[in-house]
């Protein structure tokens, strides 16, 4: 597998996407980015990103963070630690029962949201991102693998 | 339900533990206690057990590991939300042990040669607190799957994931790594109480074929290791010849290894054999240690660590 360093400008793109669905700020520094296909972006430190490169079946490295859609773009668990929320950010606050849910990957009422797109938060924690619908509906965006199993209260 | 042993089982039982095969099958009748340590990569200690508590759990130290800790009651640690962020990291006592042992220090480069499904990969990441590199190698598709979904939950920025043979790694790759990891495949006898039917299949046969892998795995662990680099071989099982014969054999491929003594917190265990099926090992095996689930309350496991001069 190739590891395709993220160009200036590609990087740009990203930090502008976060920007615009999340009203938070990339943090690149110290860190190289890759695409890896079907809009996929990992994150990984320099060494490792040096290391990479010397070793047969590589494959993968880093750690997934971000996903590049159509018009948006969508932030893992892992990614929302590569951000800065500036106030004006697109964060729901959850209760326990509704962060719960959000594991859960079922869908959560959050209210009405002027963005299609938002960042859950459980006392601090960031839970990853989800897509709202127009009725103020959140679908987190979170993988099969690593949701909460139903029975869990 | 009782415990029930292979005929072959029950004699390499009767000939290694003649006076506390009785403790080894109790231990092998009670379930593994509940375990992890915390992902300090994502949260710090303290935070993170006030967050257990909270959720009903309660929490005590392993006393014999640095970084592990028990959680009671059974079971609600890895459906809590914060197994699933990745705060915790649900691992055997023994385990946990064995990465400790390595010694790993941040900006080390390490090789972890049988990787999946990383409790020692994630643990090592840890340890090097994002500086340095950690390898994560295995030779399973399939089991290569559930190292990279727990690399991502640990939130491991500086691993790399390789899929390959173990046994030509080494080779490829020589003198690369401060640090390597062999958590080689093996009969998993100390860890039967998981599974008893590993334990009713158990055959010498089985360890014999096993060993020949082991060896392989380990000579190609030592050459991927710098000069004056450390590797741990640790198997979770019992029999000699996947354990000190395979040492031996690296002592005898690699004159110059150092076996080093291995210093264990108030844990009870036995040292290496020196002998076994009429073989006789280098002295230096009696440096490793095997650790039975009756003495750990937990897995059983061998482990060697070994030095490369220079």
Request: hydrophobic share 40%.
């Given at each position: ?20 669905s ?130 869990t209260? | ?42 949260i ?26 028990y ?41 972890d ?32 799957k ?53 334990l ?37 099982t ?51 240690v ?21």
């Amino acid at each position: 597998m190739g590891l395709k360093k993220m160009e200036k400008h590609e990087l740009q793109n990203l930090s502008d996407e976060v920007m615009r669905s999340f009203g938070a700020r990339l943090q690149t520094e110290g860190y190289v980015f890759v695409k890896t296909g079907e809009g996929k972006i990992r994150v990984l430190s320099e060494e490792a990103y040096r290391a990479a490169a010397l070793f047969r079946g590589v494959m993968n490295a880093g750690i997934y963070v971000a996903k590049q859609r159509k018009n948006f773009v969508t932030l893992t668990i892992e990614g929302c630690k590569f951000v800065s929320l500036l106030p004006e950010a697109h964060v729901v606050e959850l209760t326990k029962e509704d962060a719960v849910k959000w594991m859960r990957g079922d869908p959560v009422k959050v209210g009405k949201q002027n963005h299609k797109t938002v960042i859950g938060r459980y006392r601090g924690h960031l839970l990853g991102t989800a897509l709202v619908d127009i009725n103020g509906v959140a679908y987190p965006q979170v993988p099969k693998w690593r949701r909460l199993p139903p029975e869990t209260s | 339900m009782s415990v029930q042993l292979s005929q072959d089982l029950r004699s390499f039982l009767e000939a290694i533990i003649p006076d506390t095969m009785d403790m080894l099958l109790e231990a092998y009748s009670k379930p593994l206690p509940d375990s992890f340590r915390v992902n300090t990569l994502k949260i710090d200690p303290e935070n993170c057990l006030k967050l257990l508590q909270e959720e009903g759990l309660t929490v005590r130290k392993i006393p014999f590991t640095v970084d592990g800790f028990y959680a009671e009651p059974e079971g609600l640690l890895t459906v809590s939300l914060w197994h699933m962020l990745g705060y915790v990291y649900a691992q055997g006592p023994v385990s946990i042990l064995v990465t400790e042992l390595l010694d790993v220090e941040p900006g080390h480069w390490v090789l972890d040669l049988c990787a999946a499904p990383g409790s020692k990969t994630t643990h090592i990441a840890a340890k090097l607190c994002g500086e340095g590199v950690i390898v994560a190698n295995d030779v399973s598709r399939t089991r290569i799957k559930a190292l990279s979904s727990n690399m991502q939950r640990c939130g491991v920025v500086n691993g790399v994931l390789t899929l390959a043979d173990g046994r030509r790694f080494g080779y490829r790759h020589r003198e690369m790594f401060d640090r390597v990891m062999i958590d080689a495949p093996c009969t998993s006898l100390g860890i039967g109480s998981k599974d008893w039917s590993v334990l009713r299949n158990w055959t010498t046969h089985s360890s014999i074929r096993l060993s020949r892998l082991q060896t392989s795995l380990l000579f190609s662990g030592y050459m991927a290791l710098k000069p004056g680099g450390v590797l741990i071989y640790s198997t979770c099982t019992f029999h000699p010849i996947e354990n000190e014969a395979v040492v031996n054999n690296l002592l005898e491929k690699f004159e110059e290894a150092e076996v080093l003594p291995i210093t264990l917190n108030g844990l009870e265990y036995d040292s290496g054999f020196d002998e076994w099926g009429g073989r006789i090992f280098s002295p230096e095996v009696r440096k490793t240690v095997r650790i039975w689930p009756f003495q750990s309350g937990a897995e059983g496991f061998y482990i060697a660590k070994i030095r490369k001069p220079g």
